[in-house]
């Protein structure tokens, strides 16, 4: 039968712990990756990104790691708080002037 | 001063009707765009434009018609709107190529 409901996986981590998502990408031409946080009912808005030419990039409690041999990247949030929850998607540019979203990923944080 | 803005922010409206959305930025962005974002999260371009040309039209009933009266403006209509067109509809702009600025998106529930 039909499912009803999020299907967004799911990381609940506990308050002070560190959270990690990964992204894959196909296009290895892509040069770009952005990451973006969606808090309940609001618009997604970047938080950090990355470009092919450097391996990681940290701005305070979050940094992205690129590892464009195995076409991923991973956002690191550490000493996670209760408004890091939210949902956080990854992004990579394709074709012309195209940047495709990822699934998104639901960060919980016990508090 | 929102960079970029959209109206109305709920729209609840009867199958059959047609609505517009309309949309608008302040940061002198070439590059707008439409995406649909349904109850799954999953964040689906819709369309782009670059300096009120079309260049981007993902795989989207023609129901839907994107407007550009000039580059800071994208409205988006909807013809004989159905139940599967209930979901967010997140307007955003960019500079070509680089971060992606979304609206506080709209509200559409069809019924």
């Known amino acids: 039968g039909e499912s009803v409901g999020l299907h967004l996986p799911t990381l609940s981590v506990q308050e002070g712990d560190s959270a990690v998502i990964k992204c894959t990408y196909s296009?290895?031409?892509?040069?770009?990756f952005p990451w973006y946080k969606q808090e309940l009912g609001k618009r997604p808005q970047l938080i950090i990104d990355?470009?092919?030419?450097?391996g990681e990039k940290k701005d305070q409690r979050i940094a992205v790691t690129l590892n464009k041999t195995a076409k991923h990247f991973s956002l690191h949030i550490t000493e996670t708080q209760p408004e890091d929850s939210a949902v956080y998607f990854c992004?990579?540019?394709?074709?012309?002037?195209?940047?495709?979203f990822g699934k998104g990923n639901q960060v919980v944080v016990i508090p | 001063d929102t960079a970029v803005s959209q109206t109305p922010k709920y729209l609840v409206t009867q199958m059959g009707n047609d609505k517009s959305i309309k949309c608008e930025q302040n940061?002198?962005?070439?590059?707008m765009y439409w995406y649909k974002q349904d109850s799954k999260k999953f964040l689906k371009i819709m369309f782009s434009?670059?300096?009120?040309?079309?260049?981007i039209n993902e795989t989207v009933p023609n129901r839907f018609s994107p407007k550009s009266p000039d580059k800071a403006h994208l409205n988006l209509h909807i013809n004989s709107l159905e139940l599967g067109d209930s979901a967010v509809y997140f307007c955003?702009?960019?500079?070509?190529?680089?971060?992606?600025?979304f609206g506080e998106g709209s509200w559409l529930t069809v019924v």
């Open positions: 296009d290895s031409a892509s040069n770009y």
């Open positions: 990355i470009r092919s030419n450097v």
């Open positions: 940061l002198g962005h070439d590059t």
């Open positions: 992004a990579a540019p394709y074709g012309n002037n195209r940047l495709a």
């Open positions: 955003a702009s960019s500079p070509l190529g680089n971060t992606i600025y």
């Open positions: 434009y670059n300096n009120k040309e079309l260049i």
